[in-house]
């Protein structure tokens, strides 16, 4: 990705939260899309603009460095072998993963979190209507995680 270092912060973002960056489904990179929005909305610089598309919050421009990250990893690992982030940002890293725990490959999860941080302020009601697929149990949890990591 030339010289952006955003493919290196990014792949130590997915290393912090135990997630593999794979791309071998629509599954899995819909994941990859919705972690780094919320890694955004809690503060994590990444400047990755999003649109609203089928599946919630959409970066056309973050998609080239997950795939990049995907086909590369061991140059990756290489290159950000001594890197560490700083407290601040390894803090809000931790609190996504501990919030999430087993619900962080949880794909309608992150989806309503997602969409519910990219319609703020509407109510879970409103959002519900763009995802009606989602049900509304996964809605309700998605908003008190929200609330867990200070969001919402």
Do not use: C
Request: aromatic share 12%; proline share 5%; no cysteine.
């Amino acid at each position: 990705m030339g010289s952006d270092i955003r493919g290196e912060i990014l792949y130590l973002i997915f290393k912090e939260l135990g997630i593999r960056p794979s791309v071998s489904s629509f599954e899995k990179r819909k994941l990859l899309q919705k972690l780094v929005f919320i890694a955004q909305r809690s503060g994590i610089r990444l400047n990755f603009s999003y649109n609203w598309y089928r599946a919630g919050p959409y970066s056309p421009t973050l998609t080239p460095f997950y795939y990049d990250i995907a086909d590369k990893e061991e140059d990756y690992e290489a290159r950000t072998k001594d890197r560490k982030f700083s407290p601040l940002i390894a803090d809000k890293l931790t609190r996504i993963k501990k919030v999430l725990g087993k619900d962080i490959e949880n794909g309608d999860l992150l989806v309503a979190m997602a969409s519910l941080l990219y319609w703020e302020p509407e109510s879970v009601e409103a959002v519900m209507k763009h995802k009606p697929g989602i049900p509304l149990v996964t809605w309700q949890e998605a908003k008190e995680k929200l609330k867990e990591l200070g969001l919402a």
